[in-house]
């Protein structure tokens, strides 16, 4: 048994317990048994996890994107209920940098959730995605919601990727801000 | 009548169900299937996480809390992936007027079978 | 009248017309998929009016319902996605009312 399976098999036993709000012995050896039978019954591709956790980096991480999780709900909002037509959209190709699995499905669920984009496709092996973007309709539009995609792989590295990773998306954001 | 802590959970559910309303009018309003998923997707999850914390803050348990906290993770981490198989799925089908988008760098017509998988 | 009943029907107006305005979307359609995203919305709709439901009552007995409710709209959204034929709409194209 490696340790993403074990560390599953806890998770799950420890959701277990949470949904059933109590924590006796029976339950504890129930959960253990469920949990066992998915992680073996029901096999996941192996994943690799984070190698590197920066905790202040990840705090940053959740408040940003709370933050924009907020401004994106009260975007939609507006758009939504003000009497004039719905602004053009764009579909647009972002390349990624990360090639990870894990980091790369995480960036693309936090992009869903903040302002304007939603995720079409991923190419896991070109480290492409592509986007649909609402309210775009001038090349200044377009040019930041390719900077927020990547502002958004930026925040997710510096929380999560390897020191490889983090650099380079680094270096990508200083290029764009020069 | 009531204390500080259920003006505050009044003030989030309320909050909350607004975002829901306003969702749902994006959802009826806008004019083509990508962006009523935007609508779907955001103020819902947000309205969803505002009503739900309302309840944490209202319940004042630790056991209650730690349910709604695996809800709200719950709902973070599916709304986008229920949006993104529906866009995909959209997309595929044909279903996406390209001529209405500002920029359309579309993805391969078969895009490869590796790394798309359910 | 408390301040929670004063809450409670609020977001029980709110969340009403949340369900009707999502109804009038799951009628009109056109495709299977406006349907769903719709229909997830109106899930979420009523998730929510469960949650003001529990708030209002002090009542936890309901957070299971929530949790398995939640899971439930997931799942439905993402069958459906997954079985939507990519090369036709379908017939459900035309907006159709029974």
């Known amino acids: 048994m490696n340790k993403t399976r074990f560390l599953a098999i806890i998770t799950l036993t420890i959701l277990w317990l949470l949904l059933w709000a109590d924590v006796t012995r029976i339950l504890v050896a129930g959960g253990l048994i469920v949990a066992t039978l998915i992680v073996f019954l029901f096999p996941f591709p192996a994943l690799n996890l984070a190698p590197v956790v920066r905790p202040l980096r990840l705090i940053a991480l959740v408040a940003v994107f709370l933050w ?22 764009a579909l647009i190709e972002v390349p990624l940098i990360t090639g990870s699995d894990m980091l790369q499905v995480l960036t693309a669920e936090l992009i869903c959730l903040v ?8 190419d896991s092996e070109g480290k492409r995605m592509w986007l649909h973007v609402m309210n775009v ?16 792989e930026y925040r997710v590295l510096a929380a999560l990727g390897s020191q490889d990773e983090y650099d380079q998306a680094l270096a990508r954001r200083e290029a764009a801000q020069a | ?28 309003r806008f004019p083509d299937l990508l962006n009523r998923m935007h609508a779907g997707t955001k103020p819902q999850t947000f309205g969803l996480l505002l009503i739900l914390t309302g309840l944490a803050i209202r319940l004042d348990s630790w056991r209650a809390g730690l349910l709604i906290a695996i809800l709200i993770v719950f709902q973070m981490l599916t709304a986008p992936v229920s949006a993104h198989m529906v866009g995909r799925a959209a997309f595929r089908a044909g279903l996406v007027n390209r001529d209405e988008l500002y920029v359309c760098e579309a993805p391969d017509e078969e895009p490869p079978a590796e790394g798309h998988t359910v | 009248m408390t301040f929670m009943s004063v809450v409670s029907v609020i977001c029980a107006v709110l969340l009403g017309l949340t369900g009707l305005v999502c109804m009038s979307r799951i009628v009109r359609g056109p ?54 034929k990519p090369e036709a709409p379908g017939p459900e194209n035309q907006s159709e009312v029974d």
């Open chain 1, 115 to 122: 302002p304007g984009s939603l995720l079409i496709e991923l």
């Open chain 1, 137 to 152: 309709s001038s090349p200044q539009s377009l040019a930041e919601a390719r900077k927020m995609a990547h502002d958004q």
């Open chain 1, 68 to 89: 924009d999780m907020f401004l994106a709900s009260l975007q939609v909002a507006w758009l939504a209920i003000r009497p004039q037509r719905l602004p053009s959209a």
């Open chain 3, 31 to 84: 495709t299977m998929l406006d349907r769903t995203v719709a229909s997830d919305v109106f899930v979420a709709a009523t998730v929510g009016a469960l949650a003001v439901w529990a708030a209002v009552r002090k009542d936890t007995n309901i957070l299971p319902i929530l949790v398995s409710l939640s899971f439930v709209a997931f799942m439905g959204s993402v069958a459906i996605a997954r079985y939507t």
């Open chain 2, 1 to 28: 009548m009531s204390n500080l802590t259920d003006i505050v959970a009044g003030a989030f559910l309320i909050a909350g169900a607004s975002f829901a309303l306003v969702a749902a009018i994006g959802v009826a």
